[in-house]
């Protein structure tokens, strides 16, 4: 089955503990992205990837970082979270073509203390 | 640049009902644009999409149109039911520039 696979669904950390958000697709997709969701602001952008190797910031990048070692792969890591972080966080992965729709994850609902 | 304005609702309508949520966008060029569908506690998912002016993308009873002249994409729905009730995303691709989604409205369907 395609599929985006985020892992955990959920977690709850402590300030300044850094934390690994993983996420997998199964469809040999060129595009990846990270994004989160907070209420009254919609979907923003984190980061995202064009191919392996290649990652670019989104809309709000300040606290996050990425890796696209593998074309499959594309982890969100918070090296220092804070609890401005606290939000629901998901992957999508799309085809190279410009038409090509978005496949979203399950999510990951983030709390930090 | 690019961005999705839409109503953001709440929507509350009772079941049977006529749905239609606008949605405009800005866009240079010829963009393509979707509507995504979140059920409680789930991921979006793509409802139905079209790539080019006057194009209707269509999916379990809901439709939208492709209006360049008017540069907005509304959803509708003829008669809603009680499991239609999510939050519904606008979205626009502008040739791989990346997705762009609206705020998203929350429509509840009452029985």
């Known amino acids: 089955e395609a599929q985006v696979t985020q892992n955990p669904r959920y977690l709850i950390t402590v300030t300044g503990k850094k934390l690994t958000v993983t996420c997998s697709q199964n469809m040999n997709h060129e595009y990846m992205s990270w994004y989160r969701q907070d209420p009254g602001l919609g979907l923003r952008q984190i980061y995202y990837s064009m191919n392996v190797e290649v990652t670019d910031k989104g809309d709000v990048p300040e606290g996050y970082k990425v890796s696209r070692k593998e074309k499959r792969n594309f982890p969100l890591i918070l090296e220092s979270p804070s609890p401005n972080q606290t939000s629901l966080y998901f992957c999508?992965?799309?085809?190279?073509?410009?038409?090509?729709?978005?496949?979203f994850g399950n999510g990951t609902r983030l709390t930090v203390t | 640049g690019n961005s999705v304005t839409q109503m953001e609702g709440p929507v509350t309508l009772s079941e049977e009902a006529f749905l239609t949520i606008n949605c405009t966008y800005t866009a240079t060029g010829y963009p393509s644009l979707f509507w995504y569908v979140q059920y409680p506690g789930e991921g979006l998912q793509l409802l139905l999409k079209a790539t080019k002016a006057d194009d209707k993308g269509s999916n379990k009873g809901f439709e939208a149109t492709y209006r360049k002249e008017t540069t907005s994409f509304h959803l509708e729905k003829g008669s809603v039911q009680v499991s239609d009730s999510a939050v519904y995303f606008c979205?626009?691709?502008?040739?791989?520039?990346?997705?762009?989604f609206g705020p998203g409205t929350r429509l509840s369907v009452l029985p």
């Open positions: 999508a992965s799309s085809g190279s073509s410009y038409n090509s729709p978005l496949h």
């Open positions: 979205a626009l691709d502008n040739y791989g520039q990346n997705f762009v």
